[in-house]
Antibody
Framework: EVQLVESGGGLVQPGGSLRLSCAAS????????MDWVRQAPGKGLEWVGR??????????EYAASVKGRFTISRDDSENSLYLQMSSLKTEDTAVYYC?????????WGQGTLVTVSS | DIVLTQTPLSSPVTLGQPASISCRSS???????????LSWLQQRPGQPPRLLIY???NRFSGVPDRFSGSGAGTDFTLKISRVEAEDVGVYYC????????FGGGTKVEIK
């Protein structure tokens, strides 16, 4: 059974940093592209960024809204995905989901809440 | 960037009646490999999104057969043949042909 478990969310002040983690199990992690998607309170889904798989040189891509502030990385030996967030803004407040996908099939984690507030 | 436009924004439906949601893309979703990576997600209140349909019309594991997807190119549809109480929630179309984008969502509620 595919499982994605996010952790690391919490309350952080504007301008601060936070690192999210996603622990994966039940599938061959190294084969999959991994994305972060967020959802602000009461809003729709917004793609944050992606890391491709080893075959695609772990290429990363980011949404314009987070580029230069957020960094996605992965550790295939630990079946883990990370999101390093810095220079956080109040508009980054959201539930952050880890998404794994292969051949068009997307698996979602339960999400972790990040609140940016003073 | 590919923009996905969903209609309607809200769909009040009587239990047992059908519902239909449209998703229109700003450009073709046919990828270079010939596959169209258009999916549908369901998000029940307080829950994370759940995959219903992938590659236009393939039902994901465990999804009831009252859900079906169709379409091609830039126009796609999700249909629920007979709405049940557990179908209440927000439905999103999603494309991974080019990066990843979502439609704005359609709220399905019971009349």
């Amino acid at each position: 059974e595919v499982q994605l478990v996010e952790s690391g969310g919490g309350l952080v002040q504007p301008g601060g940093s936070l690192r999210l983690s996603c622990a994966a199990s039940g599938f061959t992690f190294s084969d999959h592209y991994m994305d972060w998607v967020r959802q602000a309170p009461g809003k729709g889904l917004e793609w944050v960024g992606r890391t491709k798989n080893k075959a695609n040189r772990y290429t990363t891509e980011y949404a314009a809204s987070v580029k230069g502030r957020f960094t996605i990385s992965r550790d295939d030996s630990e079946n883990s995905l990370y999101l390093q967030m810095s220079s956080l803004k109040t508009e980054d407040t959201a539930v952050y989901y880890c998404v794994s996908w292969l051949s068009g099939v997307a698996y979602w984690g339960q999400g972790t809440l990040v609140t940016v507030s003073s | 960037d590919i923009v996905l436009t969903q209609t309607p924004l809200s769909s009040p439906v009587t239990l047992g009646q059908p519902a239909s949601i449209s998703c229109r893309s700003s450009q073709t979703l046919v990828a270079s490999d010939g596959v169209t990576y258009l999916s549908w997600l369901q998000q029940r209140p307080g829950q994370p999104p759940r995959l219903l349909i992938y590659k236009i019309s393939n039902r994901f594991s465990g999804v009831p057969d009252r859900f079906s997807g169709s379409g091609a190119g830039t126009d796609f549809t999700l249909k629920i043949s007979r709405v049940e109480a557990e179908d209440v929630g927000v439905y999103y179309c999603m494309q991974v042909t080019q990066s990843l984008t979502f439609g704005g969502g359609t709220k399905v509620e019971i009349k």
